[in-house]
Antibody
Framework: QLQLQESGSGLVKSSQTLSLTCAVSGGSISSGAYSWSWIRQPPGKGLEWIGYIYHSGSTHYNPSLKSRVTISVDRSKNQFSLNLSSVTAADTAVYYC???????????WGQGTLVTVSS | QSALTQPASVSGSPGQSITISCTGTSNDVGSYNLVSWYQQHPGKAPKLIIYEGSKRPSGVSNRFSGSKSGNTASLTISGLQAEDEADYYCCSYAGSSTYVVFGGGTKLTVL
């Protein structure tokens, strides 16, 4: 059974870079048909797709975040990572990683990790 | 403001059926049969319940069904149960520029 687990700093200072990692277990991140996404949810609000990476390393990002987002993959560790630069309070959210099938659907999801941006 | 429009809340009694709408545009819902729906209980991660408009993943109750007409997708839950009380989000592929859009979410209350 495929499982995803987010990890990283839960508190980031404003203007700094948010860094998170998603460890994949129970399957290979190099499975050909799938890509790997980051999605976030501000407290009490809805979901926002951040971007995805294919195991080859190709990426696509939400146009509204593109200038600040980098997603990378480490196939040797079966994990992928998110960097979001120049954060502000608006970036405070629960960050989820998820497997996606060509952006058609997201399943499964990690449990999520809350990142708070402080001033 | 979310790209897809959902009602903020819906409610129903146990055993009844409810429908949640998800309205997009010809750039997303209207152009692709790639709407997915997610159920999210408080403090939990979203769970996929419908994909490609009307398909159910293995293990999801057949009480959940999806459909689409024009730019609006719909999720119907029949035979409401207390455990169905949750937030529901729709999502659509939106082409190679925008990629993915979500709805703002609908809170389902089982009375």
């Amino acid at each position: 059974q495929l499982q995803l687990q987010e990890s990283g700093s839960g508190l980031v200072k404003s203007s700094q870079t948010l860094s998170l990692t998603c460890a994949v277990s129970g399957g290979s991140i190099s499975s050909g048909a799938y890509s790997w996404s980051w999605i976030r949810q501000p407290p009490g609000k809805g979901l926002e797709w951040i971007g995805y990476i294919y195991h080859s390393g190709s990426t696509h990002y939400n146009p509204s975040l593109k200038s600040r987002v980098t997603i990378s993959v480490d196939r040797s560790k079966n994990q992928f990572s998110l960097n979001l630069s120049s954060v502000t309070a608006a970036d405070t959210a629960v960050y989820y990683c998820a497997r996606d099938y060509a952006l058609n659907w997201f399943d499964p999801w990690g449990q999520g990790t809350l990142v708070t941006v402080s001033s | 403001q979310s790209a897809l429009t959902q009602p903020a809340s819906v409610s129903g009694s146990p055993g009844q059926s409810i429908t949640i709408s998800c309205t997009g545009t010809s750039n997303d819902v209207g152009s692709y049969n790639l709407v997915s729906w997610y159920q999210q209980h408080p403090g939990k991660a979203p769970k996929l319940i419908i994909y490609e408009g009307s398909k159910r993943p293995s293990g999801v109750s057949n009480r959940f069904s999806g459909s689409k007409s024009g730019n609006t997708a719909s999720l119907t839950i029949s035979g409401l149960q207390a455990e169905d009380e949750a937030d529901y989000y729709c999502c659509s592929y939106a082409g190679s520029s925008t990629y993915v859009v979500f709805g703002g979410g609908t809170k389902l209350t089982v009375l």
